[in-house]
Structures are given as C-alpha cells and as structure tokens.
C-alpha cells in the first residue's frame, strides 16, 4: 500500500482558511467513505479530528470539515488559530482492515 | 476517561526482540478494536496492526507480517506488540490506538520509542 498523496506544507494568516488534500486510489479513498483526519503537534498524542468522511467527534469545532470527491479527500480549516499549527494526517480503510496515511502536512499560521 | 499509556520501547539490536505494552482504561477492552500505528523520525504514521474486539482477527501491514505479533490480555487490560526481527526501519515511535468500526482511531497513547541499532 503506498502512502496517500499529501503537501508537504500549507500555510495561512490567523483568520483565513486552508485545505489540505489528500489523493488516494479507488483501493482505499475512492473506494470507501471511510476517511478520517488528525492532529498531531510532535511530542503528544494525535487527536481526531474527522471520521467517515465528514464527521466531527464531540469537542472538535466546526472549524474543522472534511468532504470526499472520487480519489481526493479534503480538510478544511476555517477561521485559522494559531493552535492550529501542528502536522495533519489523512487516513483511508482499504479494505481487509488494513489502513493507509497520508504523508502528512505540516500546517503553519503566519 | 480513556486512557492509554504505551510501555516498553527501548534500544535493540538489529534482529532481536521487543515487547511492547499498552495498558488501557476508561472502557471495556474486551468490546473495542486495538490498534498500533508507528512513526519513524522525521516521517509520516504508518499503521502496524488491527485486533478486534469481539472477533479476535488480527490483521497486519505487510511491512511487520510474520515478524510482529499483537495480543490482548483483557482480564488485565493490557494490548501487547511482540516485535521478532527487528530492522533498522522498525526505529519509530509506536503508538496503541483505539479503533472504532468504520476504521477510525478515537483514543491514541503518547507512544513509546523503539530504537533498532547496531
């Protein structure tokens, strides 16, 4: 299984928005609506941010969405804090139990 | 409040052996999938291995089959990564999670580094 398809880098002005991408194959992101998205500042444990696609667990603000198109999932951070600077993961089932990540994007508020 | 907190990592040498440990609380480990991810320095997380829970499947990624082993001890809430064979690019930190049904990871630990070198 090879990694999901990430940028390296993204970055934004507090207040601004940025998507982060996250291309796949019809093996793992096109294949299901099993998608999800974490946070994770280096040193600590990563923390999820989005499930199924597009579902935020209790206690992650709605600053934080996620949508799907064929192979390319997306992150959306609005509204862009300075908190929110920390590395992203994308994550796909791709059947069989098995998983595949993104590389990772390294988010840095300006 | 769930809580996971990973053990064991340590330096090893190339071909030897390690056990890992995640002792988990705040649920019923016995009703939950188990997972472990790792992220080796300076790149990306991989994920390791998937256990469930009230089916007892085990699955692994290709990189680790036939060389790591996950178990469950859930009289004593423990999740296990024996770790047989070890490479050089086994070096990571390995993080147990907790997976949910539709393949996700609610509740990570703060991981353990594992260190494979000569």
């Known amino acids: 299984q090879s990694a999901l398809t990430q940028p390296r880098s993204v970055s934004g002005s507090p207040g601004q928005s940025v998507t982060i991408s996250c291309i796949g194959t019809s093996s793992d992101v096109g294949g299901y609506n099993y998608v999800s998205w974490y946070q994770h500042h280096p040193g600590k444990a990563p923390k999820l941010l989005i499930f199924d696609v597009n579902e935020r667990p209790s206690g992650i603000p709605d600053r934080f969405s996620g949508s799907k198109s064929g192979n390319t999932a997306s992150l959306t951070i609005s509204g862009l804090q300075p908190e929110d600077e920390a590395d992203y993961y994308c994550c796909s089932y791709a059947g069989s139990h098995t998983r595949v990540f993104g590389a990772g994007t390294k988010v840095t508020v300006l | 409040e769930v809580q996971l907190v990973e053990s064991g990592g340590g330096l090893v040498q190339p071909g030897g052996s390690l056990r890992l440990s995640c002792a988990a609380s705040g649920f019923t480990l016995s009703a939950y999938n188990m997972e472990w991810v790792r992220q080796a320095p300076g790149k990306g997380l991989e994920w390791v291995s998937y256990?469930?829970?009230?089916?007892?499947?085990?699955i692994y990624a290709d990189s680790v089959k036939g060389r790591f082993i996950m178990s469950r001890d859930t009289a004593k809430n423990l999740v296990f990564l024996q770790m047989n064979s070890l490479r050089d690019e086994d070096t990571a930190i390995y993080y147990c999670a907790r997976g949910r049904y539709t393949f996700y990871f609610d509740y990570w630990g703060q991981g353990t580094l594992v260190t494979v070198s000569s």
């Open positions: 256990s469930g829970g009230t089916s007892g499947t085990i």
